[in-house]
């Protein structure tokens, strides 16, 4: 069972490895076979070269980027979810959306926080988008 | 499809007839067949009558037990996630611990809010129970 503590680094590396544009460590965070429904109700994307499409396609979408944490993670038996806001950037303005990431983790001795991404679903509209406060 | 706005009722109704002690009401907003795993990783609970023993449980921990919501709840597809807080008073004492409760919702036309919960898990630790700010 993947710690409370291994879960928490690697939380706070998916926000700040996806901010910073540091595409190959961000997709180390993700099991291989990973799944991901983002937002909830849309196609899961299986395995890396569908989740760096996805990145690929977010970072393509604004000028940059930047997750931000907005409360404490929830943990619960290899499970977890947190508060964030998208805060993409397109030319002098920032926008912002409210999102829930609920992630399921697995360990894994080769990766850098000891644990990796199973399976990861978010909740989110993305009609809710609007300028960043 | 349950609609947003009606998502958006049930989960306020949620919270305050939780706080209010409306013991009633808040199964109400339960399908007869829902099921609970709260927190993640303890046995399901599934129906009204094993919903209701947790709802009582939970009350006769302390004196009284609030849930204030402490954030925007994120919806999509029917379901919805949102952050709160459990704040039970005990004696002189108010304690308090981060959830994010992940609910699915159906239509339900004979509910007060059009949509009922189907399935709900709540994320949350008891260990980080502490005294309320």
Redesign the interface.
Known sequence: MPD?AQIRAAVDAYTELFSAGDRAAWLRLWASDATMED????PVKVGHEAIGRFYDESHGLADSIRLVR???V??????????MQARPTIGAGELMV???D?MRFVDDETSPHGVVIAEMR????PAETRPAD
């Open positions: 409370a937002p909830v109700g849309t907005t409360g404490p929830r943990i619960a038996a290899g499970e977890a979810a947190f508060p409210d999102i829930i609920v978010a909740f989110w509209d």
